[in-house]
């Protein structure tokens, strides 16, 4: 979920077009919620709970980077927390409007228990960087990353355990991969999804503390996502979309609207799936990831129209409802209707 290229952005507009399937599909309304003026302000990752609104990622001019925006209203008001550690954030995880943790470049962590207000550096005991987070309660959580990292916390954040990995770059095992998504049903069984000489997801029995494999792909995984214990889907390289409904035991290859690279996939409405990526994709699906309409994001720049190609990085979902963000920290709102 990195990537960086800075524009000064005017007058932008947006114009929503519908990709081709065969299924009908709903229209959808769209209206650009946030807008940055700070060329260096990027956020790679998005999380929500009711109207609390978290953007996830750095402030790239500055020497502390790591940097969230907060919104406590649906998006109406923001308040950007700058230079909170060194690092860069990557991801994140709200369990509920008031309980949150975000996770970053060198073992970086933050938790908040008051919707984003206020931030607590954590200690994970790691140098590695986290690529993904998980609350299964305000207490119990997982942070995964490169090198097979897994880190686990029983207390909200404030002291943490290594399962696996954590071992810096130059000091990594044969067979070890970057885990980018993690999911977990309880105290001991979960899911992880990651990249290396192959995409594979990976089941948990002992709380993350052994790994195996239970799905591989030639191309990369990203992010993952259930909707209850059954129903899940993961995303990845070359518009890569898979699912399972038992559980994770198995999975299949789902029909995908794009070849770019899906970094974000997010649960709404029963039935109802959202992903984001690169090139400007954001895309949707009402019978559970069978069929995909994409949303085509256009901008005006001194008065010329053209689409919108910028990654997008995050989105998450509620309902009907759905937020993507993009470079320069904006964030695009958008609703089925």
Known sequence: MVGRRFAWVCGVTLALGMGATSAAHAQV?????????????????????????????EQSLEDQKA???????GGATWEVHKTMATGRLVSGYMFDEKNGLVVG?????????????????????VLTDLQGAFLLTPDKGWAVGANSTIVTTSNGGRSWQVLQGGQPSGEVGEGEIMLMGVHFFDEKNGLVAGAGTEGAIL????????????????????????????????????????????????????????EEDLWDIDVGAPGTLWISGDQGVVGYSTDAGAS??????????????????????????????????????????????
Do not use: C, H
């Open 203 to 258: 089941k948990t029995k002992d709380g993350g503390k052994t790994l195996e494999t239970v799905y591989q792909n030639e191309d990369n995984f990203v992010d993952l996502v259930f909707s209850d214990p059954a129903n899940g889907w993961a995303v990845g390289k070359y518009g890569l979309i898979v699912g399972t409904t038992d559980g994770g035991v198995t999975w299949e290859m789902l029909a995908s609207p794009t």
């Open 67 to 73: 940097s969230v925006a907060v919104s406590g209203d």
């Open 292 to 337: 995909w309409v994409l949303v085509g994001l256009q901008m005006t720049i001194f008065e010329t129209t053209k689409a919108l190609t910028k990654p997008m990085r995050g989105i998450v979902a509620d309902g009907a409802k759905a937020w993507a963000s993009t470079e320069w920290g904006r964030v695009y709102y958008l609703e089925l209707e």
């Open 29 to 57: 309304r769209s209206q650009e919620l946030r807008a940055s003026e700070d060329p260096g302000e990027f956020y790679s990752a998005a999380m929500q709970k009711g109207d609390t609104y978290v953007l996830i990622g």
């Open 105 to 125: 470049e060198a073992g970086t962590a933050l938790t908040t228990d008051d919707g984003g207000a206020s931030w607590e550096i954590r200690t994970t005991k």
